[in-house]
């Protein structure tokens, strides 16, 4: 059984930075990609970024230079700093953990809203 719960959403200005964190627990996390999705209303969930057990993360084009994934084994948590960020960047924003077979995992998300 694998738990993610996430947290960091504001209410932030343009250009302005956010961290969201997602705390994960359960078997086999070491070894699994990370994810972290968005979805805005009115549209379909999107993946932002991914993180791979080795490290190497993914990005969506949209949020490349300014969004960066990370994780930190000791704490069992994946981060996503947001910086320069954009009003098209609201969203309420899910960490996910694909396990084929074994499961697919999501936390229940933490609003991220951009405005002045």
């Known amino acids: 059984q694998v738990q993610l719960v996430e947290s960091g959403g504001d209410l932030v200005q343009p250009g302005g930075s956010l961290r969201l964190s997602c705390l994960a627990s359960g078997s086999l996390l070491d070894i699994t990609p990370i994810n972290w999705y968005r979805q805005a209303p009115g549209k379909q969930r999107e993946l932002v970024a991914s993180i791979a057990a080795?490290?190497?993360p993914a990005y969506n084009e949209d949020v490349k230079g300014r969004f960066t994934?990370?994780?930190d084994y000791t704490k069992n948590?994946?981060?996503l700093?947001?910086?320069n960020l954009k009003p098209e960047?609201?969203?309420v924003y899910y960490c996910n953990v694909w396990m084929g077979s074994r499961g697919d995992y999501w936390g229940q998300g933490t609003q991220v809203t951009v405005s002045s």
């Open 69 to 71: 994934i990370s994780r």
């Open 54 to 56: 080795s490290n190497n």
């Open 81 to 83: 700093q947001m910086n």
């Open 77 to 79: 948590v994946v981060y």
């Open 89 to 91: 960047d609201t969203a």
